[in-house]
Antibody
Framework: QVQLVESGGGVVQPGRSLRLSCAASGFTFSRYGMHWVRRAPGKGLEWVAVIWYDGTEEYYADSVEGRFIISRDNSKNMVYLQMDSLRAEDTAVYYCLRGFDYWGQGTLVTVSS | DIQMTQSPSSLSASVGDRVTITCRAS??????LGWYQQRPGKAPKRLIS???TLQSGVPSRFSGRGSGTEFTLTITSLQPEDFATYYC?????????FGGGTKVEI
């Protein structure tokens, strides 16, 4: 069955960096676009970024453009989110998605001094 | 960017009630819309794709309608496990955008 397992969350100071990872299994990874979505405490869902199945295209939310980079390694069935210049408003649970259907359980990122 | 306006933001209902949630898009998104349910502490789950296609394993009391700019999610005969927050998501163009969410409470 499809499994998506996020890791790499934690507490980080404002301005610092963090890299999230998502390990995928149970499907042909190289055939699917992969997304990151987040939910800040007390807020709704916010789409963050997408990477094409072959890694040739990426798109970002305006709120993270220029600070976050999504990437993937199809040989390892992994997708990543490099988050730089983190801000307090980036505090959220970050979810990895296969296309628009399957979601991981999420990893919590807290940006605080 | 396409704005998704979801209403109501919350509602109170009882077991057995019929509930309708609406999402309006700021421009035509055809049928490029999904509906998601999120229970507390859990990952969201897709209920409906392509505006009206029920996902496998989702109870038939859930239904979606609409195209263009106006969409609805209806739950007939609300069950205890349906008390959750519901979101629409447009995937017609990037950046993708969610509606603000509807919290369905007892």
């Amino acid at each position: 069955q499809v499994q998506l397992v996020e890791s790499g969350g934690g507490v980080v100071q404002p301005g610092r960096s963090l890299r999230l990872s998502c390990a995928a299994s149970g499907f042909t990874f190289s055939r699917y676009g992969m997304h990151w979505v987040r939910r800040a405490p007390g807020k709704g869902l916010e789409w963050v970024a997408v990477i094409w199945y072959d890694g040739t295209e990426e798109y970002y939310a305006d709120s993270v453009e220029g600070r976050f980079i999504i990437s993937r390694d199809n040989s390892k069935n992994m997708v990543y989110l490099q988050m730089d210049s983190l801000r307090a408003e980036d505090t959220a649970v970050y979810y990895c998605l296969r296309g628009f259907d399957y979601w991981g359980q999420g990893t919590l990122v807290t940006v605080s001094s | 960017d396409i704005q998704m306006t979801q209403s109501p933001s919350s509602l109170s209902a009882s077991v057995g009630d019929r509930v309708t949630i609406t999402c309006r898009a700021s421009r035509d998104i055809r049928s490029d819309l999904g509906w998601y349910q999120q229970r507390p502490g859990k990952a969201p789950k897709r209920l409906i794709s392509a505006a009206s296609t029920l996902q496998s394993g989702v109870p038939s009391r859930f239904s979606g309608r609409g195209s263009g700019t106006e969409f609805t999610l209806t739950i007939t005969s609300l069950q205890p496990e349906d008390f959750a927050t519901y979101y629409c998501l447009q995937h017609q163009s990037y950046p993708l955008t969610f509606g603000g969410g509807t919290k369905v409470e007892i």
